[in-house]
């Protein structure tokens, strides 16, 4: 089978993966967790775009999953390919849009880190102390402009890290017994009628206690 294939034949996948990941945050109500992560808060926001074949479904707004067009969406068939994400984690904000058919980020922002205001620079006739301090001053912002590119590149690291933890845990479930429980709550949910949260809970707890992860459960191929 060529790689196009295969590709095509599982991108049902990430698009189960991101309906988890939509019915589990309106379930716990924008809470979630991992077992290697803790908990964190995680929600849709700004669009949703749900797909089956060639027919397409965008929806906008605050909250676009709240509305009954997604949920009527889901009971025609269609899957969501793609959506904007509101991630809170350590008291810092993050948005983001998880591409289901190819697991990529795209349009990451991340929390303004290490920011200051621009001194002029001094004039050509001052005194040599001034320029000196300039000089330093300079030498302190370049550092602050590295330690904040560093600081952007670990908290893009944390979004993915996260993300691959959440994907993980539902390769766990996805591929094993408790599926067939984890399906008959998103239809019920889907239909209007959600599980219990806390019951849904103990169950998705003990399967992932039982099974032990996959040796290579996959990642978000990275931000774009």
Partial sequence: MQLVDRIEKRRFVGREFLLWLWFESELFEGTLSTRDEGSFGLWIEKQVTL???????????????????????????????????????????AQFTLKADRMA???LSLPAVLGGEEEAPPPIDAPPQRRKKKARDEGEADDAARESFYE?????????????????????????????????????W???????????????DRALGERKRPARAGKASGVR
């Fill in 51 to 93: 797909t089956a074949a060639k027919e397409a479904t965008r929806i906008r707004g605050a909250q676009p999953t709240f509305g009954r067009e997604a949920k009527e969406s889901l009971l025609r068939g269609k899957l969501p390919e793609s959506a904007s994400f509101h991630l809170l984690v350590h008291d810092r904000d």
């Fill in 105 to 107: 980020l795209a349009g």
């Fill in 152 to 188: 952007r590149m670990h908290l893009t690291r944390e979004v993915e890290s996260l993300l691959e933890s959440l994907y993980q845990d539902f390769l766990v479930l996805r591929l094993g017994p408790a599926w067939a429980g984890v399906s008959r709550a998103i239809a019920a």
């Fill in 190 to 204: 889907a239909r209007g009628t959600p599980p219990d949260a806390e019951k849904y809970r103990e169950m998705k």
